[in-house]
């Protein structure tokens, strides 16, 4: 982001005043008189770049202390880069998303990724892949549906979810009103975007074969094409996931959803619809892992 208009000045770290140099250096024009008796100009003042030499050297000592202090133990993953800083990573429970060297997928069901760890970082990448099924367009078409909830449900629930599904789903007035047909498919010349897109997970619970998991994502929704009343728009949501060990695999047997933590839109022309569709098209979805 540019600091240009954001209130703190120059982004050099320097005084803006007209005295300051490229090298850091404060220099003004004193007059010398020719002789040391004087010539009627006065005392000589002190010259001021000594002082402001010293300024500027105690400040570059602090910054290079700082640095070299933020970057010491950066190996124990406490400030991996995820937006939290020092103890307040830890206090907030969150986790370093640099690779760990453990694979966090072995295998697919059907389009869905499958396999995960038997620990903490299998069940956040669960969590994250099954928000991405749970909110894709394919929960709009009966069959893709049911093979979802097979593959993300415990055994025990899927049947149960798959008919709360199919409720909420095949309902005419929910279709029609976000511009769908009562099969589920879009206008002619128009595509139907909805796509996960997680930025963040962290554990709530742990115990070994039993896990709950929240996901951050935002969702993008609507229908992208000429005469669109329901145009592409962006979303935030917090997904909480009860997971649970069984086969093998983590499994969801509940799932939860609240609204944000939504940051503050930029102030950003919204692409035209033929392009927002053709970018849902040409870019392809992630396997999400810890």
Not at 172 to 189: H, K, M, Q, V, Y
Not at 238 to 252: A, Q
């Amino acid at each position: 982001m540019s600091p240009d208009d954001d209130g703190y000045g120059n982004d050099s770290g320097r005084p803006n005043d007209g005295y300051s140099t490229l090298g850091g250096t404060r220099q003004t024009r004193t007059r010398l008189p020719d002789a040391q008796g004087g010539d009627g100009y006065g005392p000589r003042r002190p010259a001021r770049g000594s002082r402001s030499l010293f300024t500027v050297l105690g400040v570059v000592v602090l910054l290079l202390a700082a640095i070299a202090f933020a970057n010491m133990g950066g190996g124990d993953g406490d400030n991996g880069g995820d937006g939290a800083r020092g103890s307040d990573a830890k206090k907030a429970g969150s986790a370093p998303t640099a690779a760990t060297g453990t694979k966090p997928v072995t295998g697919k069901n059907g389009s869905i990724p499958s396999g995960y760890a038997h620990d903490e970082q299998g069940a956040q990448s669960a969590a994250a892949n099954y928000s991405v099924a749970l909110g894709s367009a394919d929960m709009f078409d009966k069959g893709r549906r049911r093979a979802i909830a097979t593959a993300v449900y415990a055994p025990a629930v899927a049947s149960a979810r798959q008919g709360d599904l199919d409720k909420v789903y095949s309902g005419e007035a929910f279709l029609a009103n976000i511009g769908l047909s009562a099969d589920g498919t879009a206008p002619a010349g128009q595509i139907f975007i909805s796509r996960s897109n997680p930025v963040g997970t962290k554990v709530e619970k742990f115990n070994g074969d039993t896990a709950t998991v929240s996901v951050w994502y935002s969702a993008l929704f609507g229908l992208a094409g000429e005469g669109s009343k329901n145009p592409v728009s962006e979303s935030w949501f917090t997904n909480t996931f009860d997971l649970t060990w069984i086969n093998g695999d983590w499994k969801v047997t509940d799932f939860t959803q609240k609204d944000g933590p939504a940051p503050v839109g930029r102030d950003q022309a919204a692409s035209p619809a033929g392009e927002m569709a053709d970018a849902v098209e040409q870019f392809g979805g992630f396997t999400y892992a810890r």
